[in-house]
């Protein structure tokens, strides 16, 4: 089965702080993605990479940056929280070719309050 | 507009009755994505698909892209059906349009 796994289920920061988001996957995806996820809103790219040391700004960036370093792991930084960064967020992958191709698998989401 | 609507937003249904949930697109796709959150959790993949039907269980994913819409259908619905299903339409290599997900509520 192809695993996406998030490292944090609940987080609980204060305003100011930096924060990591892990994510890892284990089946060689090209492509990772960042999401958030606010009730109505529903899902909104906030960074994405499709390689090693790659990255594109989605629709949302600012107030974060992500680091991949490695093709498996896809961090998400918050550097400096605010509440209105309290938000559902979740962690994807892809194939860029071949069967199965563009198909997401999602991590379990990381719920982030900041207070 | 977004580009990508689902309807309806909100479903509640009797265990055993059988579940239309749509999903209508104004951008060009040559597939569409069908997704299940369950509450607290993560997002499932259900369903990829560019023509026609795909069935998994009594899950039944329909499609004509020419008309620009899709229909996710499950029969004899169950409690644990209880989700909220989310169409994504891939419109390149990196970039998804998701809905806003229809919450349905499946009553034992």
């Known amino acids: 089965d192809v695993k996406v796994t998030q490292s944090s289920r609940y987080l609980v920061k204060r305003t100011g702080e930096k924060v990591f988001l892990e994510c890892v996957q284990d089946m060689d995806h090209e492509n990772m993605f960042w999401y958030r996820q606010d009730p109505g809103l529903g899902l909104r790219l906030i960074y994405f990479?499709?390689?090693?040391?790659m990255k594109e700004k989605g629709d949302i960036p600012e107030g974060y940056s992500v680091s991949r370093e490695k093709k498996e792991r896809f961090s998400l930084i918050l550097e400096s929280a605010s509440t209105n960064q309290t938000s559902m967020y979740l962690c994807a992958s892809s194939f860029v070719w071949g069967p199965g191709a563009n198909v997401l698998t999602f991590g379990a989401g990381s719920r982030l309050t900041v207070l | 507009k977004n580009e990508v609507e689902q309807s309806p937003q909100n479903l509640t249904a009797q265990e055993g009755e059988f579940i239309t949930i749509n999903c209508s697109y104004s951008v060009g796709i040559s597939a569409l994505h069908w997704l299940q959150q369950h509450p607290g959790g993560g997002i499932v993949s259900l369903f990829m698909?560019?023509?026609g039907k795909k069935k998994h269980g009594r899950l039944i994913a329909t499609i004509n892209i020419q008309e620009k819409h899709s229909s996710l259908h499950i029969t004899a619905s169950h409690p644990r059906d209880s989700a909220v299903y989310i169409c994504?339409?891939?419109?390149?290599?990196?970039?998804?349009?998701f809905g806003t997900g229809t919450r349905l509520k499946v009553l034992a």
């Open positions: 994504a339409a891939p419109t390149g290599t990196y970039k998804y349009i």
């Open positions: 698909l560019s023509s």
């Open positions: 990479s499709y390689d090693v040391k």
